[in-house]
């Protein structure tokens, strides 16, 4: 767990510093026509993984055979798909009536070719839990495509930069991989290994796709009623909460996987990391979104200039529609794990309506109309996806939020620490260098006076760590 959070703080934190540069030069509509392409992106990536990544982790007894077998799968898929996608990239430019879209989409497309060349290598270093190995890489790859984009857009290249930061980083985590850790996959493809891992793989896949396109209907619907700018400010406002939010929930997809898979048949103790993970989890990420949501307006004019102020409405509200997410993987993971993904698929369909009936209602009142519709989805959404988990565990959603109760408490009052500093001093700089502190100061004394569980946890792993790398020096 500390070196995948190393590994997504280091990759989040690099991206965050180096995209607050990039932003500063760029225009929100060269974000916009990166973002028009997300759905299409978003969907190839899981096609190629085809749920196989998530198989083979939860099998007990896997062989080279499989991971063969899947590699060479994911090449066939990858080619089908770049193959599709320039095919259909006058028409994608067509429909968003963005004429730079059909070359944008063939260059970029290739990243999938690139990407099915890794996704073997880092399931199996997710599988032999080698976390620090996975640190390295994305943290080397993230750190030298953002200076790839950076320089590019201080040239001018304007789109072509965040174009470049995605492929470079891809071509670099390949590199790195062959690198870092050998491993050739055999020339053999076995139909019995195919089958058995997409018996498994297939549901995931369909819960994959289809809750990617909902999730990017946002997008693709905010990209054909509105402009390129407004499709910029919403995506960049989506890469601010998911700093945050993703982090945890990244964190949490990948470790919590393997750990639940490996303890899949001990039901006590799968029940017991369950229950665990979800209060660490909402003590993290509730603070950190209603934090955020407080701070954005003085951090966005700060950082990227008065050209990004109309996204502070859609972010606060994208905080208040992230901070479920995390919890909602855990649940969804808790089933997984125990190898349910036709379960996982099943509730992607029963939240579909859900999602797609807000968003058509909410989109002819406007953007921040949609991303109010979006948070109120996402708080339902998380009781949807905790009932079946919750029973299992006999941990359910309302049993969730009452555990949340501390957290919540410690949140309010650092909440009032925070609002004078935001309503009554002036300067932005000061606003940012106040209340961060402040703000986590309040959270962690409050916490601390409850005697929560969580926070215990907390300091126990502060003095393991100082103990493991100081003292002994």
């Known amino acids: 767990m500390l070196w995948s959070f190393i590994e997504k703080l280091s990759i989040y934190g690099i991206q965050f510093v180096i995209g607050l540069f990039v932003a500063r030069i760029l225009m929100p509509s060269d974000y916009g026509l990166v973002g028009m392409l997300a759905i299409f992106m978003s969907i190839s990536t899981v096609f190629i993984d085809s749920g196989f990544s998530r198989a083979l982790i939860q099998k007990q007894e896997r062989t080279e055979i499989d991971f063969s077998t899947v590699f060479y799968f994911n090449l066939f898929i990858s080619a089908i798909l770049y193959g599709i996608l320039y095919i259909s990239a006058p028409y994608i ?53 953002g200076v790839v984009a950076l320089v590019m857009a201080y040239q001018g290249y304007g789109v072509w930069a965040l174009i470049a ?163 909602s993987v855990l649940n969804i993971n808790l089933l997984n794990a125990k190898g349910y993904s036709g379960m996982v698929l099943k509730l992607e369909l029963i939240k579909a309506p859900l999602i797609i009936g807000t968003l058509a209602f909410t989109i002819q009142y406007g953007l921040e109309a949609v991303v109010i519709g979006q948070a109120i989805v996402s708080f339902l959404c998380f009781f949807i996806n905790a009932y079946i988990p919750g029973k299992m565990a006999n941990y359910g959603a309302f049993q969730q939020m009452k555990d949340m109760g501390p ?41 601390l006076a409850q005697k929560t569980d969580e926070i215990k946890e907390v300091n126990t792993l502060l003095y393991n760590l100082i103990n493991k790398y100081f003292r002994k020096k």
């Open 407 to 447: 957290t919540l408490l410690a949140t309010a009052g650092m909440t009032a620490a925070i609002l004078p500093i935001i309503l009554f001093v002036p300067s932005d700089l000061w606003q940012l260098l106040l209340s961060i502190p402040i703000g986590g100061s309040v959270y962690y004394l409050l916490s």
């Open 165 to 327: 930061q995605t492929l470079s980083k891809t071509a670099l985590t390949l590199f790195l991989i062959l690198f870092i850790k050998k491993w050739v996959p055999k020339l053999v493809f076995s139909l019995d290994s195919f089958k058995s891992l997409f018996r498994y793989g297939s549901k995931l896949l369909a819960a994959g796709v289809l809750g990617t396109i909902i999730n990017n209907l946002y997008t693709i619907l905010i990209g054909r009623f509105f402009t390129a700018k407004e499709v910029g400010y919403y995506a960049k406002s989506v890469y601010f909460t998911n700093v945050l939010s993703a982090t945890a929930t990244d964190v949490l997809q990948t470790v919590t996987f393997p750990v639940m898979s490996s303890v899949q048949h001990e039901e006590e103790r799968l029940s017991n990391i369950y229950r665990k993970l979800i209060r660490l989890t909402m003590f993290a990420v509730i603070p950190c979104m209603i934090g955020f949501a407080l701070i954005c307006e003085p951090f966005i004019r700060l950082c990227l200039t008065e050209k990004w102020m109309p996204a502070v409405p859609i972010i606060q509200w994208l905080c208040m529609a992230r901070i479920f997410t995390p919890v």
């Open 93 to 145: 430019a067509q429909f968003y009536h963005e004429p730079q879209l059909t070359l944008i989409t063939r260059i970029l497309a290739l990243n999938f070719v690139i990407q099915a060349f890794t996704m073997v290598q880092l399931t199996k270093l997710s599988i032999n839990m080698d976390f620090k190995s996975k640190a390295i890489i994305n943290t080397f790859s993230v750190l030298l495509s």
